[in-house]
């Protein structure tokens, strides 16, 4: 393989990777706990937008269990949003661990 063709296949990769990131920018994902009690929804940098709680798991007395589902509800959509990063770019790399490319 000469070197045009490489060159020729980086910038293709390099294009298709800046593809990737622009359906990343856009990615929103819904994290769940408590069979949808707590949603919190995460964006494509690891970000929480919104959390959502359903008024009938609010109780004074149970403050902790509460908390739990939060800290759940965001793990949850935080380990989605990585695994469809890690996804997307699997595909474009062709399963190669780029350093400093997700």
Known sequence: MGFG?????AQ????EMARVQAELDALTIEGTAG?????????GHQEVVSLTIDPEVVDRDDV??????????INDGLRQVKQTAEEKMARVTGGLRLPGMG
């Open 5 to 9: 063709n490489m060159a020729k296949i």
């Open 12 to 15: 293709q990769m390099q294009a």
């Open 35 to 43: 069979g949808g009690a707590v949603t919190a929804v995460v964006n």
């Open 64 to 73: 902790e269990m509460l908390q739990d589902l939060v800290t759940a509800a």
